[in-house]
């Protein structure tokens, strides 16, 4: 019998969580949602009366919370209770990559998802449906699903629980995720128990129709989650390799993507050449997809994907070995202004940005960095980069290491002043506005202008005096 689902708990509340929970809440008023985290200062930034200082920045995430909190959604660490009242619970924390250990560098740490499952194996009552929300190996299901019916029959008043385990990957790309959420191309739930799959069903069809919500079994789909972001990568791989072939031959790369984005077995979506792909999810679901691989002996296939990783780390120091060849050489004393910190634009998050790469490998050829994001805090650089805020301003003092350092500015008005050049990481909207005829007058001369994301249009710094470098641009070649 389909079980009506009146509360939902919800497991991590981070970038996934927090979002796709408000969302449910916002959809499915008669249901209860309940979001809860270990950490206690997210939670209470979840609670914050000031919604503009929420944990994660989405666009539309502030209206939803402010319409829901306190009614039917609620954020707290009362784990516990949250668990125990609720009749789905969802696993939403992070499976970054092992440090160390067997499979050290790629495999999946699934720490946070055992400690999940003792928690939910030892809180539930009666029936719980227990969704993996989380990106996980293949077959991770049946850890669970170990864990739940050990540990559940464990404790003394367990032996009435039961459980049942469904796979239901998160699609949401960060900054279009209430859209996304909203209006998801696809929902792909994977498990074995009808009932249990149904239930879920039932709360996405408040607002997501019937033919877009898929059934598979529930390695499937466990698989489909790592093989849609190994393809997605894949596409950024394949056109920042086609850049660099852009740069030494004429051709250009937003013509090239226009050309075989036409072609509809292509389709024109994720050509865009850029700084190198970055984000908490490509890196790491393609690194678990090799180890998933190796393990079961299949070389050839481990070798293929991880050649997508290779070439994006390959795109990301070519950009920074470009900017030293075009700045003589040398970056000692030279003042470089780094336009956008998050690995793409309208998020805060910076994990695996492309930026975090490139500023390190510019401070280590001495330059002096401004950094400025309009969403991403110092405090988050500092820890990126793993170097502090150079405090005072006096750089050419007896700098004999020659180590470079870095500041934060928010003020685009003031930070061209005196730089050698500025480099377009993130695609902020606002980098597309700044006048640089004015802001040449300001700069150093010669100065350069880099621009990794294609925002700029070259005909708006003909005039400017200004050098111009974008990427896959073969112009120079020409
Ligand atoms: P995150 O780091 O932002 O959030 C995870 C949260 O889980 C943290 O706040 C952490 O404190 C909490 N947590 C960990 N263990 C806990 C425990 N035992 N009890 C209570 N709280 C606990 O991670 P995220 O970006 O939201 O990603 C979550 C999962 O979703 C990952 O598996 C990721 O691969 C997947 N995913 C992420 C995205 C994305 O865009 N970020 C998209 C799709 C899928
Ligand atoms: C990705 C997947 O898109 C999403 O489905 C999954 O749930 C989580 O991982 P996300 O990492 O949030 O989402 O952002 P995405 O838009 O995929 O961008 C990833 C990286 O690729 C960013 O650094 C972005 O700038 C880069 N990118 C994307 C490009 O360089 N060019 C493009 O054309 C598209």
New binding site residues.
């Given amino acids: 019998m389909v079980n009506k689902i009146k509360q939902i708990c919800c497991i991590g509340a981070g970038y996934v969580g927090g979002p796709t929970m408000a969302v449910i809440a916002d959809k499915c008023p008669h249901i209860n949602v309940f979001v809860v985290d270990k950490n206690k200062d997210k939670i209470s930034q979840w609670n914050n009366e000031d919604t503009s200082r929420l944990p994660v920045y989405e666009p539309g995430l502030e209206k939803i919370i402010k319409k829901c909190r306190n009614k039917n959604l609620t954020f707290s660490t009362e784990i516990e209770t949250c668990v125990s009242t609720s009749d789905m619970v969802f696993i939403s924390v992070n499976t970054p990559t092992k440090k160390r250990g067997f499979g050290a560098g790629k495999a999946s740490d699934l720490k946070w998802v055992e400690a999940c499952a003792r928690q939910v194996a030892q809180y539930s009552k009666g029936h719980t449906i227990v969704v993996e929300k989380s990106t996980l190996p293949v077959r991770t299901a049946e850890v669970i699903k170990n864990i739940l019916d050990i540990d559940g029959k464990d404790s003394k008043i367990k032996n009435t629980c039961t459980f049942n385990v469904l796979s239901n990957p998160?699609?949401?790309?960060?900054?279009?995720a209430i859209n996304d959420l909203e209006n998801p191309d696809r929902v792909l739930i994977g498990g074995e128990d009808k009932d249990a799959i149904d239930s879920l069903h039932e709360i996405y069809r408040n607002w997501v129709s019937e033919e877009k919500i898929l059934h598979t079994n529930i390695w499937s789909s466990e698989l489909a989650k790592l093989t849609?972001?190994a393809f997605?990568a894949q596409r950024?791989s394949s056109?920042n390799s086609i850049s660099a072939i852009c740069e030494t031959t004429g051709a250009d790369i937003r013509e090239v993507s226009r050309a075989i984005g036409s072609d509809s077995r292509i389709g024109s979506k994720?050509?865009?050449?850029?700084p190198g792909?970055?984000?908490?999810?490509?890196k790491k679901d393609i690194l678990n997809l090799v180890y998933l691989c190796e393990f079961f002996g299949l070389n050839e296939v481990a070798n293929f994907w991880e050649g997508v990783v290779t070439l994006n780390n390959w795109h990301q120091s070519r950009i920074s070995e470009l900017i030293v060849k075009k700045l003589y050489g040398t970056l000692s004393e030279k003042k470089i202004i780094i336009l956008g910190f998050s690995?793409?634009a309208n998020t805060n998050d910076t994990r695996e940005?492309?930026a975090i790469q490139i500023c390190k490998d510019l401070i280590e050829e001495g330059a002096q960095l401004i950094i400025h994001d309009p969403k991403v805090e110092r405090e988050q650089i500092a820890l990126d980069l793993g170097l502090e805020e150079k405090k005072e301003n006096n750089a050419y003092s007896d700098n004999y290491d020659n180590l470079g350092n870095w500041t934060f500015s928010n003020n685009l008005e003031t930070i061209f002043n005196g730089a050698h050049a500025a480099v377009i990481l993130t695609e902020w909207n606002e980098y597309s506005f700044i006048d640089w005829e004015k802001e040449s007058l300001n700069m150093n001369s010669p100065a350069w202008v880099f621009d990794s994301r294609s925002l700029l249009a070259p005909e708006k710094l003909e005039d400017s005096g200004l050098n111009f470098w974008r990427v896959g641009d073969g112009s120079e070649k020409k």
Avoid: Y
């Avoid at 994720?270 to 850029?274: I, K, P, T, V």
């Fill in positions: 998160e699609f949401l790309s960060e900054g279009n849609a972001n997605l950024i056109i994720f050509l865009d050449a850029g792909f970055g984000g908490s999810c490509f690995f793409k940005s492309a």
